[in-house]
């Protein structure tokens, strides 16, 4: 390992294992290779027999957490989160490796066995950014602040949980107190160019700056453009950023959602219907995908289908009047008055503009 031979350093230590099965230190450096070759469930089983065998070692609590973070099991890494800050201080010599938030390599050596308890922290509010929880996240995010004042990624995951909470002055400054620690943080730029309501070139710019100087499969920056370039009229340009994000990513269920908004702008009504399918095949039934799926069906003259999303989005969110519009034109446009007119006259109370103007001229003289 100390030659950077990783390979060999894998082989040997399975070797190892195989006739020392209780050596807690090879499971940890066999834990470590298989992070850095991308295999973390295995690495994750690593670090589950070494926690068996010694329940309260905080560098493996640590490093566990973090792997089941990348996996996506976010309550579990917030517990191990949570028993590495209840850890007993100890000596240890085990290094970490914490790859910076933007993905684009080491921003940072720290040992687990700290008096500074920063990681733990920033790691908890990563969690809580994940599950959508983002007044604990910043709660988390503050404390780990508090702890270490000269790390910019604590304020742009701070930012991030704060523009979530539509606070968007907040997180401007979030940012901008990150790029006063880091004047290059891309992550940082990027969100400030999305915040701005004075977009121009110079943003994107820097937008297209990030991903060359971004890690190599990371989908991050491609994101962020692709997002910056649908809000700022170029969906041609937004359907090649987020189809970069796909290839790296399928399993990104906003990137798929976001796609379909701008293969809708461009009337590919077929290709937004697709995208928009696929966002809820990864994350389940969405009141505001269903909206918009429904819309493409509707302008594609597929009214039957069109119904039963307007249906569903109004069934998971019965606050938005867009939902009664929409099935109320819909069951007009089938033929069906006696049922469109309570729709529309629900969306009308509502507030919705739109839907007055329909329901007077369909519905108000019957009334």
């Known amino acids: 390992m100390e030659d950077e031979d990783n390979g060999k350093a894998f082989l040997l230590f399975n070797s190892w294992l195989m006739d020392h099965p209780g050596d807690t230190e090879a499971y940890w450096y066999r834990a470590v290779l298989l992070e850095e070759f991308e295999q973390y469930e295995t690495a994750l089983a690593d670090y589950n027999i070494l926690l068996e065998m010694n329940p309260h070692r905080a560098e493996a609590l640590m490093a566990r957490g973090r792997v089941r973070y990348r996996l996506g099991q976010y309550e579990k890494a917030k517990e191990d989160f949570k028993a590495f800050l209840l850890a007993p201080p100890g ?59 000269g790390e910019a990624d604590f304020y742009v995951e701070k930012g991030k949980a704060q523009a979530q909470m539509g606070e968007n002055e907040l997180a401007l400054e979030s940012y901008e107190r990150a790029l006063e620690i880091n004047p290059d943080h891309f992550l940082a730029i990027q969100r400030i160019a999305f915040l701005s309501e004075n977009a121009d070139e110079g943003a994107l710019e820097e937008l297209t700056r990030a991903i060359m100087e971004s890690a190599p499969g990371n989908p991050e920056p491609f994101k962020q453009r692709g997002y910056f370039r649908l809000m700022n009229s170029d969906p041609e340009g ?55 799926r429904g819309q493409a069906r509707y302008i594609s003259k597929k009214l039957d289908a069109a119904l039963a999303d307007f249906t569903m989005s109004i069934f998971h969110d019965q606050e938005n009047p867009s939902g009664y519009y929409h099935r109320g034109i819909t069951l007009q446009r089938m033929g069906n008055i006696a049922e469109a007119c309570p729709d529309l006259l629900k969306a009308k109370e509502m507030g919705m503009e739109e839907a007055a103007t329909v329901w007077e001229k369909v519905c108000a003289k019957g009334n």
């Open 91 to 149: 000596e240890t010599t085990q290094i970490i490796y914490r790859k910076s938030a933007t993905g684009g390599g080491i921003s940072q050596i720290f040992t687990a066995q700290t008096e500074n308890p920063s990681q733990a922290f920033y790691h908890l509010g990563l969690c809580s950014i994940a599950l959508e929880e983002n007044e604990e996240a910043i709660s988390y995010l503050d404390s780990a602040i508090h702890y270490n004042r």
């Open 238 to 292: 937004a359907i090649e950023d987020f189809s970069e994000v796909l290839l790296l990513d399928p399993e990104d269920l906003e990137t798929w959602y976001y796609r379909g908004k701008a293969n809708a702008s461009l009337k590919n009504w077929d290709n937004a219907e697709t995208d928009y399918s696929n966002s809820m095949e990864i994350g389940g039934p969405n009141a505001e995908v269903f909206l918009a």
